[in-house]
């Protein structure tokens, strides 16, 4: 059996195979780049696990009030390092990002104080963390104003609107990285230090939080290394590398990670408690994985976008734009798109893969979502998926992918899926 054989053993009919292998030959260029882009990151986070000592003992469960855990104390000193900042919170207790990010702004604003996001609207799950959304325990219900100032119609930032906006009242000003579950374009993290560079001068003692999510290892600097108070994130996305079965992190200065840990455990208790129950062998291990892993994931949402321009779908990014996330947003037009879309990425999954995912209201959004994902760890978008609210422009958003072959075999699925619900054709066959 040959590969193309092997691919029909999978579904994927030839002739979709070939257009793969087509568009795959032009990417060869990319690719390198986005390797050297990992063998940098995989650098810097070895030599960080070095020079923290990571040794087995760091491995060993803790209970209970979880004092003096050694895995603990070296994972948290190991993400300061390699986010090159002066500490960090890095735990099981963090359930996800958006509570990573609720945790980073409750514990850094008080009432009267105004929270601003620079860059429009934010990730919809902070919507009802600030109360944009009404929701019980807002940031609103504790007396924290919010303020926003739109991007420009190309994306960029609105300087003269954000100088208007900010007051002394400003404390903090969050910045989203990564598109989300928008058609805007990803922030570089070059971009972002312009940002925060005009925050700080207008104001010095702004903090600056960026949501992290999906930016992880995506190039070779993060945004604390320029000027960023707080970067944050999940670890069920990029830095967890597929192992993290659960947690958030929250890396940045001194001060903000302290005020965050009393806020997640308690006052005067912080960051001294937080039994790990086992699970630091996986971040470890998972963080050690995470650059040929995003690597993975960049390259599978890069030959996302080449096949899709290919077929005439908007993607964002362009097949010629690089990466600043793992994310490829594809602009299927239709509710049936995006069905058929993510039936493929599922079909393509190591698990639930006979598994047909339907639109559903999912709590914190506000409107049905879509979600393929065949995940060893549930929800996790560093393994292959596909998802995206029910709404114009029908976009789905693909990432992930442990490895480039699923990450290629999800996209060809997506394709054959749509193929067979005829909503595309291939070029040659038009
Ligand atoms: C995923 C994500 C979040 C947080 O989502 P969780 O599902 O709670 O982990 C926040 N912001 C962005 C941009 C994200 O992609």
């Known amino acids: 059996m040959n590969l193309q054989e092997m691919y029909g053993e999978l579904g994927i009919a030839p002739g979709v195979w070939q257009f793969g292998q087509t568009i795959e030959k032009r990417l060869k260029e990319r690719f390198e780049e986005i390797d050297a882009i990992a063998e940098w990151n995989q650098a810097k986070v070895l030599h960080a696990m070095q020079k923290n000592r990571v040794n087995a003992e760091c491995f060993a469960a803790t209970t209970g009030y979880g004092y003096n855990d050694l895995g603990r104390e070296a994972l948290e000193k190991v993400y300061a390092d390699v986010f090159h900042t002066e500490a960090a919170l890095v735990r099981p207790q963090i359930t996800c990002g958006t509570h990573a990010l609720a945790l980073a702004l409750a514990a850094n604003l008080r009432p009267g104080d105004e929270l601003l996001s620079p860059v429009g609207r934010p990730y919809d799950t902070l919507e009802e963390v600030i109360g944009i959304r009404p929701s019980k325990g807002s940031l609103a219900e504790y007396g924290v104003?919010?303020?926003?100032?739109?991007?420009?119609?190309?994306?960029?930032?609105?300087?003269?609107?954000?100088?208007?906006?900010?007051?002394?009242?400003?404390?903090?000003?969050?910045?989203?990285?990564?598109?989300?579950?928008?058609t805007r374009p990803t922030f570089s993290v070059e971009q972002i230090g312009e940002?925060?560079?005009?925050?700080?001068?207008?104001?010095?003692?702004?903090?600056?939080?960026?949501?992290?999510?999906?930016?992880?290892?995506?190039?070779?600097?993060?945004?604390?290394?320029?000027?960023?108070?707080?970067?944050?994130?999940?670890?069920?996305?990029?830095?967890?590398?597929?192992?993290?079965?659960?947690?958030?992190?929250?890396?940045?200065?001194?001060?903000?990670?302290?005020?965050?840990?009393?806020?997640?455990?308690?006052?005067?208790?912080?960051?001294?408690?937080?039994?790990?129950?086992?699970?630091?062998?996986?971040?470890?291990?998972?963080?050690?994985?995470?650059?040929?892993?995003?690597?993975?994931?960049?390259?599978?949402?890069?030959?996302?976008?080449?096949?899709?321009?290919?077929?005439?779908?908007?993607?964002?990014?362009?097949?010629?734009?690089?990466?600043?996330?793992?994310?490829?947003?594809?602009?299927?037009?239709?509710?049936?798109?995006?069905?058929?879309?993510?039936?493929?990425?599922?079909?393509?999954?190591?698990?639930d893969s006979y598994v047909t995912p339907e639109p559903w209201p999912m709590p914190g959004y506000d409107s049905d979502v879509i979600m393929a994902a065949g995940a060893f760890v549930q929800g996790s978008s560093i393994e292959l998926s596909a998802d995206g609210p029910i709404r114009e422009p029908f976009a789905v958003y693909f990432q992930g992918g442990l490895t480039w072959p699923h990450a290629k075999l999800g996209v060809l699925m997506s394709l054959q899926q749509m193929i067979e619900a005829k909503l595309v054709t291939l070029p040659d066959e038009k």
């Open 145 to 182: 104003t919010y303020a926003e100032v739109p991007l420009l119609p190309d994306g960029s930032f609105d300087y003269e609107g954000i100088r208007r906006a900010v007051t002394p009242r400003t404390k903090l000003a969050t910045i989203q990285r990564s598109k989300g579950y928008d």
């Open 195 to 351: 940002l925060i560079r005009f925050l700080k001068e207008l104001k010095p003692d702004i903090l600056c939080m960026v949501d992290n999510c999906y930016g992880e290892f995506v190039e070779a600097i993060e945004p604390s290394d320029l000027g960023a108070d707080m970067v944050v994130g999940s670890l069920i996305k990029n830095p967890g590398g597929g192992l993290a079965p659960t947690g958030g992190y929250i890396c940045g200065t001194a001060e903000c990670v302290e005020q965050c840990a009393y806020r997640l455990s308690a006052p005067g208790l912080g960051a001294e408690v937080g039994a790990t129950m086992g699970l630091m062998q996986s971040f470890l291990q998972g963080l050690f994985l995470a650059p040929t892993v995003v690597a993975a994931a960049v390259k599978g949402a890069t030959f996302t976008a080449a096949v899709y321009e290919e077929l005439g779908f908007r993607c964002v990014p362009a097949a010629n734009e690089t990466h600043h996330d793992i994310i490829e947003a594809v602009e299927l037009g239709s509710r049936e798109g995006m069905v058929a879309f993510c039936r493929g990425v599922q079909m393509a999954a190591p698990v």
